[in-house]
């Protein structure tokens, strides 16, 4: 097409403006098309009424069921932006959801998510959406850890597609080496050092014993148990979890050295106390050691990982499909 002089006198303009999007992480608008204090018209108490709800259920750090609901919201930030992009696909109860899914099936927190959006819709109904109520939820999760905040993005939508499979398939598996780790990161459109990063949310994580069996019982045909596991680290986590007599209220913590949001987790690799092989891997493979060593400085890991998790939250969003669900946990009826 042609441009006609108006167009020709117009077209500075138009670059200039252009250029003033997407250059500045500070900026209102963000190249991914979301932006900071989204709500700032038409809901100014969103992100207020979230961290108050956060905090009445996680504002105890010295009461461990405490800490496992802010975890699991720092979790499910996760899930949800691996699987149709951080849509709130996460949320939605049904047959077959992501819900379901065998990787989700230690997931929790989602009332939490229930109780704020129910308290959002009170002030302005069908306004915020259940994707970016999520997103705000996992920081203030990581505050209330004792870890530092960063500016979340809004302007998500809610998606209508939940579906297990695809959670499966989508999400990386704790047996996995570090190319399938990148690999996966990669297809999101992050990076193998955004993954060591986000990784860090390991520093107030806890898993479950269902998932060490491939590590502890059933590694490969010439180990029955991973090697690179201290022998008496292994012992310890074979009491914890005795072949096929596990059961689901036993968890192990991620960071041996701090319950608390902070670098503890690579102080952890570091001493080979990694519980799965996708957090051992990233200081036994020479590729992420060096990141893996910077990061057990604090300071280094809270920025880093704020910036992280601004990369994660931005993965596929909906900006203009989808819609802003009365109840996250179903679609609006028609
Ligand atoms: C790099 C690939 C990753 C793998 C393979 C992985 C795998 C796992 C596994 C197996 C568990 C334990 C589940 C259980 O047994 O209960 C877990 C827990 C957890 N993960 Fe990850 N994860 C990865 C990345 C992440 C990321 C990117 C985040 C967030 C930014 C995250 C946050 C958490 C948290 C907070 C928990 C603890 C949840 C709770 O205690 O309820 N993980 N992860």
């Given at each position: ?51 108050r709800v956060v ?203 701090s319950p608390f ?58 900006l203009y499909e ?13």
């Amino acid at each position: 097409m042609a441009f006609t002089s108006l167009n020709i006198h117009l077209l500075p303009v138009f670059v200039f403006l252009l250029s003033t999007v997407g250059v500045d992480a500070g900026a209102a608008y963000l190249s991914n098309g979301l932006q900071n204090d989204y709500y700032r018209h038409s809901c100014p108490t969103a992100e207020s009424v979230v961290r108050r709800v956060v905090r009445a259920n996680v504002s105890d750090p010295s009461n461990p069921n405490n800490l496992r609901f802010a975890a699991g919201l720092v979790r499910m930030s996760f899930h949800d932006c691996f699987v149709e992009g951080c849509d709130a696909s996460v949320l939605l109860n049904g047959l077959g959801t992501e819900k379901t899914a065998r990787i989700n099936k230690f997931l929790q927190s989602s009332e939490i998510i229930d109780k704020a959006k129910q308290e959002l819709e009170k002030v302005s109904p069908g306004v915020v959406s259940c994707a970016d109520i999520l997103q705000y939820a996992a920081r203030d999760s990581v505050v209330a850890l004792n870890g530092s905040s960063w500016k979340v993005q809004g302007g998500r939508r809610d998606g209508c597609v939940s579906r297990a499979d695809s959670a499966d398939s989508e999400i990386p598996s704790p047996d996995l080496d570090l190319d399938g780790l990148t690999a996966s990161f990669n297809r999101k459109g992050l990076s193998r050092d955004q993954m060591v990063i986000l990784s860090g949310a390991h520093t107030s994580a806890a898993g479950h014993c269902e998932n060490l069996v491939t590590r502890l019982y059933n590694f490969n045909s010439t180990h029955a148990t991973d090697p690179s596991i201290p022998a008496a680290y292994a012992a310890q986590l074979k009491s914890l979890c005795p072949q096929r007599t596990f059961n689901d209220s036993v968890f192990i913590v991620l960071d041996t050295v701090s319950p608390f949001f902070d670098a503890g987790y690579y102080v952890t690799l570091e001493q080979h106390q990694g519980l799965f092989t996708s957090d051992q891997i990233l200081f036994d493979d020479p590729r992420t050691r060096p990141l893996v060593e910077s990061l057990t400085d604090n300071k280094l890991f809270e920025k880093d990982f704020g910036e992280a998790m601004r990369a994660m939250a931005a993965v596929e969003v909906k900006l203009y499909e989808g819609e802003i669900r009365n109840d996250c946990r179903m679609i609006n009826p028609y």
